[in-house]
């Protein structure tokens, strides 16, 4: 919504900044649309040696890429394709963004100590 705002205030001809900013806030509202209807996906992540799930499905080479408070979960599913799903601080919270390290954490192999003094 901040784009129709930015085009108002912007040095565009206000005949193009007004249907510009109209249709900034239509797309805006249909994105919120088909956003709000996705449905909540559920993710589990056992501590054995299990194959991780999304929402019943195993997800086959599950690798979790951390970037500060983001986390993206690439995976292969059973037909093969590459997925993705992105947590950010607003749909991952705090404490579940803990467990899914922690629950990582228990599943990767040992650290193996190094050689050579650092």
């Not at 929402?55 to 500060?68: A, E, F, K, N």
């Not at 799903?85 to 607003?90: F, I, K, Q, S, Y």
Request: charged content about 20%.
């Amino acid at each position: 919504m901040l784009a129709a705002v930015c085009v108002l205030m912007s040095e565009m001809p206000t005949y193009l900044a007004v249907p510009l900013a109209a249709l900034a806030l239509i797309h805006a509202a249909h994105l919120s649309a088909t956003q709000w209807k996705r449905p909540l996906r559920r993710l589990v992540v056992p501590h054995s040696a299990a194959p991780a799930t999304i929402d019943g499905v195993d997800m086959d080479g599950l690798q979790v890429y951390w970037r500060g408070p983001l986390a993206v979960l690439v995976w292969r599913g059973p037909d093969g394709r590459r997925h993705r799903l992105h947590g950010w601080p607003d749909t991952l919270r705090r404490p579940v963004r803990r467990e899914l390290r922690l629950a990582l954490a228990a599943r990767g192999p040992a650290r193996v100590p190094r050689s050579v003094a650092p």
